[in-house]
């Protein structure tokens, strides 16, 4: 084989080794980045969910407060009373607490937690007459409202809408005809 033919040979075969190897990181990439995606998206639909039940935890805390008449209980009891009175099937103690947590970070104005005795005190409307905490609460529950509502549309921006994975259906029944017919 003369010199120049195999140089020639040489370099088509460096060219699509390139070329695999290209291809190969790019599939890689699209990889990295499906799973990225879908983890992303797991972790906002836990979040959608978790935030999406403040609302009537709100409610149930100042249900629990106000038939009680008192305005703290240390948030182990809370918890508990919580999850023994808790309709939704598949609540756990875990979503109590983390719910609680948000609770407390999103609506500081409405309950705060303190620590007496080494244990941690959940106060609603601390220092507040009966007047006052209604207020405080009619600006509490809209916020909360409006959170879920954000949550809810983070997850709707990252998962996919139905439509187009019916049009990446479609194209891709449509590009499977158009093959079958040639």
């Known amino acids: 084989m003369p010199p120049a033919l195999a140089a020639v040979m040489a370099e088509q075969r460096h060219a699509h080794n390139t070329v695999s190897g290209i291809n190969v990181l790019i599939k890689a ?12 998206l797991f972790r906002v639909s836990q979040d959608t969910i978790t935030v999406s039940g403040l609302p009537l ?17 240390y948030i182990d009891e809370l918890a508990f009373k919580l999850l ?18 948000l609770l407390i970070q999103h609506a500081p104005e409405w309950c705060q937690v303190s620590m007496v005795g080494g244990r941690e005190l959940f106060n609603i409307c601390k220092g507040l007459d009966a007047r006052q905490a ?11 409202k409006d959170l879920v509502n954000q949550k809810r ?11 187009s ?4 259906v ?7 005809a158009a093959a079958a017919s040639v």
């Open 134 to 144: 209604e207020k405080v609460w009619t600006s509490v529950r809209p916020k909360l």
């Open 170 to 176: 479609n194209g891709a029944a449509d590009t499977s």
């Open 165 to 168: 994975r019916a049009v990446k």
């Open 29 to 40: 990439k699209e990889v990295a980045l499906k799973t990225q995606r879908r983890e992303d």
């Open 84 to 101: 023994t009175t808790h309709k939704k099937v598949g609540v756990t103690a875990k979503i109590i607490d983390e719910q609680l947590k």
């Open 57 to 73: 935890l709100a409610d149930m805390i100042k249900f629990l407060f106000k038939s009680t008449e008192r305005t703290a209980m």
């Open 153 to 163: 549309a983070e997850a709707r921006a990252l998962a996919p809408s139905a439509a």
